[in-house]
């Protein structure tokens, strides 16, 4: 062992020395008091870089999916847009406008349905309070499999509050999360049928949080939907039938933190992005949670909404807002990206 040398004895502090150092180890402790949790989860190794981003503050990516060729589709909440990125070009020109919709200001979840044919809810929502405007909201067909793109209105909701994420059931059912009604929608796609599927107390907005937003996220694996729960911070799953009826109690996978959307892969896997967190969560089947990409102090994933994945879950695909649900240390916000996430390396 190297020998080091040894120092002298300090002197004693001062009064006013001991003062500040005092002050000192409050400010720490107060500090740490408001770190959210997802500091101080196990990381999870994996590299990410930013495929592609808009020039503007104030834009806002909020769903995506990722197409048959391996192009991302993203929507926008703040206008009625949907993007198409290819991430292997670079970052200056991979991304273009694909399609407007008409009679709405954003668009939210985006499923597919069919080969290169998609689900998407469009509808109008208040940015500053990000909430749903009721009656304005409508699921529409968006099929890619033609040279042009062409759209059609599958169904008006207009029983839905905030109708947020979406997820292809079966051969004919969609499921839709209300973040505001705190329950999951069934719709049928052959027949435009809207009717509720899944409740649970786990489902609604928690009281007395500045934002109403329950149930946010969804996924379907094997017998399970699995969805997530913003203000409960908690994600969950439910065992269902053929018609997305309940067929046993609800189970909270894992919580603590501020969930936003989520996949899940074949192995009951669960990568769910933190929005006002700025992260990216890797969770198992036991609920073991960490963290794969971003925390609260940087811009990596700043307001991180939606994850998906390619072909082998190699590599997921995330969306972001940019920090403006929650600015990255109350006063950092971005154009919103898209980011590339390694995993495993």
Do not use: C
Not at 176 to 191: E, N
Not at 290 to 307: H, I, K, Q, W, Y
Request: no cysteine.
């Amino acid at each position: 062992m190297a020998a080091y040398p040894q120092e002298s004895p300090s002197p004693k502090p001062s009064f006013k020395q001991a003062i500040s150092m005092h002050s000192l180890i409050r400010g720490l402790i107060a500090l740490t008091s408001i770190i959210t949790p997802t500091l101080a989860l196990p990381t999870a190794v994996s590299s990410v870089s930013t495929i592609f981003q808009f020039e503007q503050n104030g834009t806002w990516l909020e769903n995506l999916a990722v197409r048959p060729n391996g192009n991302i589709l993203a929507t926008r909440l703040d206008a009625p847009e949907l993007w198409q990125i290819n991430p292997t070009k670079p970052k200056s020109n991979s991304g273009s406008l694909l399609y407007t919709f008409p009679n709405a200001t954003g668009l939210l979840g985006i499923t597919p349905i069919a080969q290169d044919i998609f689900a998407v809810i469009a509808g109008n929502v208040s940015l500053q309070t990000v909430t749903g405007i009721p009656d304005s909201y409508a699921v529409w067909r968006l099929d890619l499999s033609t040279p042009q793109p062409t759209a059609n209105i599958l169904a008006r909701i207009p029983e839905a509050v905030f109708p947020n994420g979406i997820v292809h059931f079966t051969k004919d059912i969609v499921l839709i999360t209300d973040s505001a009604k705190g329950l999951i929608w069934r719709l049928r796609l052959s027949t435009g049928e809207f009717t509720p599927a899944l409740s649970d107390p786990t489902m609604v907005p928690a009281p007395g949080q500045p934002t109403i937003i329950g149930v946010n996220g969804i996924d379907v694996r094997g017998k399970y939907v699995y969805f997530t729960s913003t203000t409960q911070m908690l994600l969950a799953r439910v065992p269902v039938d053929k018609q997305a009826r309940a067929t046993g109690p609800v189970e909270v996978v894992a919580s603590g933190f501020t969930p936003d959307d989520l996949m899940v892969t074949g192995n009951g896997t669960a990568y769910v992005s933190t929005n006002p967190q700025n992260g990216v969560l890797r969770i198992d089947p036991h609920g073991r949670v960490r963290l794969v990409a971003g925390n609260e102090f940087r811009v990596d994933v700043a307001g991180a909404t939606a994850v998906a994945g390619n072909q082998d879950a190699s590599v997921l695909y995330v969306t972001t807002g940019g920090g403006q649900f929650r600015p990255v240390l109350g006063r950092t916000v971005e154009p919103a990206k898209v980011v590339a996430v390694r995993l495993g390396v």
